[in-house]
């Protein structure tokens, strides 16, 4: 016991300080990447409903591909062909190259394929809005844009949450990927410390209950935001 609480110490010579940057990295990907998602399935959503039928085929293309294609390869292709490209382009301009940071390409990589749920999820959401509603909002002389904020997106949120909940558990899970392009969040750093002190289950075990932490207090955000966005509506059996 004493052997794993000195590895495990936050202090040098233990690993503790060293996970917990990993699992701060991890976090920062995830919500970075989480947040890019929705301004692009925000964007894909409303593209795919009310876009004209070129944009509804790339949209369509653009889901289809990420959502069939494994993760994993689409980090890879993402991460160095994305910025290879970028590389290409400022050198086309006479630009020097610009080195890119881990943190920022694991954002965009997993932003571009939480964008493509995410697009889906809210597509959806907003089919499900009742139409009596919208009818309402324009018999009132509402514009598109008030119509949009004062109903169509509080009127979709309860059923585009449980949705874009879970795309926000894929979203930490998804950031363990990146180890494999070397970016120093919480998977690579345990592998780094275990590998190290050859005390594997230790290490593993700790990630595991550090990725467990992480998904209880999400749960318990989820449901607040879950229950906020439901007052008023009314559930099922309550009317008699």
């Known amino acids: 016991m004493d052997a794993t609480l000195k590895l495990l110490s936050l202090?040098?010579?233990?690993?503790?300080?060293?996970?917990?940057?990993?699992?701060?990295?991890?976090?920062?990907?995830?919500?970075?990447?989480?947040?890019?998602?929705?301004?692009?399935?925000?964007?894909?959503a409303a593209g795919k409903l009310?876009?004209?039928?070129?944009?509804?085929?790339?949209?369509?293309?653009?889901?289809?591909?990420?959502?069939?294609?494994p993760e994993l390869v689409l980090i890879l292709i993402l991460y160095y062909a994305g910025t290879d490209a970028v590389n290409q382009l400022?050198?086309?301009?006479?630009?020097?190259?610009?080195?890119?940071?881990?943190?920022?390409?694991?954002?965009?990589?997993?932003?571009?394929?939480?964008g493509a749920y995410s697009t889906e999820v809210l597509?959806?959401?907003?089919?499900?809005?009742?139409a009596g509603q919208l009818e309402a909002a324009r018999a009132y002389?509402?514009?598109?844009?008030l119509s949009l904020r004062r109903i169509t997106l509080p009127a979709m949120l309860p059923y585009a949450l449980p949705g874009l909940s879970n795309l926000w558990m894929i979203?930490?899970?998804?950031?363990?990927?990146?180890?494999?392009?070397?970016?120093a969040e919480l998977t690579l750093?345990?592998?780094?410390?275990?590998?190290?002190?050859?005390?594997?289950?230790?290490?593993?075990?700790a990630a595991g209950a550090l990725y467990l932490a992480v998904t209880l207090i999400s749960n318990l955000l989820i449901a607040l935001l879950?229950?906020?966005?439901?007052?008023?509506?009314?559930?099922q059996g309550d009317a008699s």
Do not use: N
């Open 50 to 69: 009310w876009g004209g039928p070129i944009l509804r085929d790339l949209l369509e293309v653009y889901t289809t591909v990420v959502r069939g294609v």
């Open 226 to 235: 879950e229950k906020r966005a439901r007052r008023g509506l009314t559930r």
């Open 90 to 114: 400022t050198a086309l301009v006479g630009l020097p190259s610009i080195d890119i940071s881990g943190l920022a390409a694991g954002i965009f990589v997993i932003g571009v394929v939480q």
């Open 171 to 183: 979203a930490t899970k998804d950031t363990a990927l990146l180890a494999v392009v070397g970016f």
């Open 141 to 145: 002389g509402m514009s598109p844009l």
């Open 189 to 205: 750093v345990t592998r780094q410390a275990a590998g190290t002190t050859k005390a594997y289950m230790t290490f593993f075990l």
């Open 123 to 130: 597509r959806g959401a907003i089919l499900s809005v009742p």
């Open 11 to 44: 202090w040098s010579p233990g690993w503790g300080g060293v996970l917990l940057t990993g699992l701060l990295h991890s976090l920062q990907v995830a919500f970075g990447g989480y947040l890019l998602g929705l301004v692009i399935g925000t964007g894909g």
